[in-house]
Structures are given as structure tokens and as C-alpha cells.
T-cell receptor, first 115, second 112 residues
């Protein structure tokens, strides 16, 4: 997990508020992946981004969720109008080379609680 | 990617070998077997991967059956810090943009 930074580590939001989760990939990594883990479940892929581009968003809910990875700065996962079902741990991973999964390094996660 | 089946939980005494099985009967010829683990409240950590030969690294050994329909991850001397959920994933090594598919894994409890 060394090198991939996520913040905040814990985030509490009331229903209807917005949540912004940040992921700073390892130095030199230009590929970022976001996963969500519901309580007692395995990780589910959400979105894969390369600098300034969304490559695969097949796991993203159609509404309220968006992601970006600007040229400068961290990748942002944004959840608008949060609901209780959004409570989960959100992990990002980064890699230097697309698709090579053993080279994906995961961050410590952000635990979102919606009250 | 092929589907995998793992037991939901296992116990192992500290200092003994932990053998975690995984069935992947629909694996195709060019798919690799990868193992990750997730210690409580942390992100997943890569352990090992293999195609058909047995593999060993500083963390674990991977034994893949000759027909490749199942494999076993071996932690030779389990410690309390090995308590985690272990995920077996079958995948093409360079799958481009396809997402990782994590199942529910095996929850390994190492007992003192």
C-alpha cells in the first residue's frame, strides 16, 4: 500500500450532502482505479481513469457518481446527494502500466458513512 | 474472466501452514491465477500469481493443479498478522482495461 494516498480516511455525510474522495497515485503512475466495498462484501470495480480521461466506467452508478483525474492533482470521486446505501469503503489503486493487476497498488481507503 | 470458488472461512494455528484452496474449473489456457489479501481496514495487497507452474516468493507459495482447474495458496508459517481475507482472481495477465473481479474470498483466522 505504500505510496497511494487517500483522503480523508473517514468521512461522515448527512443524506443529501456531497462527498468528495481524493486519491493521489504513486509517483509516476498515470492509471487510477476506484473500487467500492460494501460491508461484508468483496471489492467492486467502479471506474478506471488515465490522466484526464475516463477509460472504463462500467461499474459506476448512472446517477450521482462522477470521477475525474486531472492533469495536475489527485483523482476525485464525487458522490452527489448521498444516500445511506452509499455507506461503504472506497479504495483507489494506481498502476504505471494499464491492465497488469499485480502492479496495481491500493490505497488505505476512505470509509464513507451516511447518516 | 473465469469464475472462482473459495471457502468462506478457515482457521489456522499460528506457526502452522495455511493452505487456502481455490476452484477455477472454467479457466482458459491464457488466464493466470492471482492472489490478493485484504487485512482488516486496509486496501488489498498483491501476494503472488502463476500460470501453470508452481510459484514461490517471500510471502507464499502457489500450487496449481496439472489441469489448472484449482490452486492452493500456501502460507508456510502463518502468523497472527496473516489474518485477512484472501482473494483468488483468474485473469489474463495484461487484460487492458477490463476491471478486476473480486469475489467474497476466504476469511483466514490465524489463532494463537
Amino acid at each position: 500500500n505504500a505510496g497511494v494516498m487517500q483522503n480523508p480516511r473517514h468521512l461522515v455525510r448527512r443524506r443529501g450532502q456531497e462527498a468528495r474522495l481524493r486519491c493521489s497515485p504513486m509517483k509516476g503512475h498515470s492509471h487510477v482505479y476506484w473500487y467500492r466495498q460494501l460491508p461484508e462484501e468483496g471489492l467492486k470495480f467502479m471506474v478506471y481513469l488515465q490522466k484526464e480521461n475516463i477509460i472504463d466506467e462500467s461499474g459506476m452508478p448512472k446517477e450521482r457518481f462522477s470521477a475525474e483525474f486531472p492533469k495536475e492533482g489527485p483523482s476525485i470521486l464525487r458522490i452527489q446527494q448521498v444516500v445511506r446505501g452509499d455507506s461503504a469503503a472506497y479504495f483507489c489503486a494506481s498502476s504505471q502500466r494499464a491492465g497488469a493487476i499485480h502492479e496495481q497498488y491500493f490505497g488505505p481507503g476512505t470509509r464513507l458513512t451516511v447518516t | 474472466d473465469a469464475k472462482t470458488t473459495q471457502p468462506p472461512s478457515m482457521d489456522c494455528a499460528e506457526g502452522r501452514a495455511a493452505n487456502l484452496p481455490c476452484n477455477h474449473s472454467t479457466i482458459s489456457g491464457n488466464e493466470y491465477v492471482y492472489w490478493y489479501r485484504q487485512i482488516h481496514s486496509q486496501g488489498p495487497q498483491y501476494i503472488i500469481h502463476g500460470l501453470k507452474n508452481n510459484e514461490t516468493n517471500e510471502m507464499a507459495s502457489l500450487i496449481i493443479t496439472e489441469d489448472r482447474k484449482s490452486s492452493t495458496l500456501i502460507l508456510p508459517h502463518a502468523t497472527l498478522r496473516d489474518t485477512a481475507v484472501y482473494y483468488c482472481i483468474v485473469r489474463l495477465r495484461d487484460s487492458g482495461n477490463t476491471p478486476l473481479v473480486f469475489g467474497k474470498g476466504t476469511r483466514l483466522s490465524v489463532i494463537a
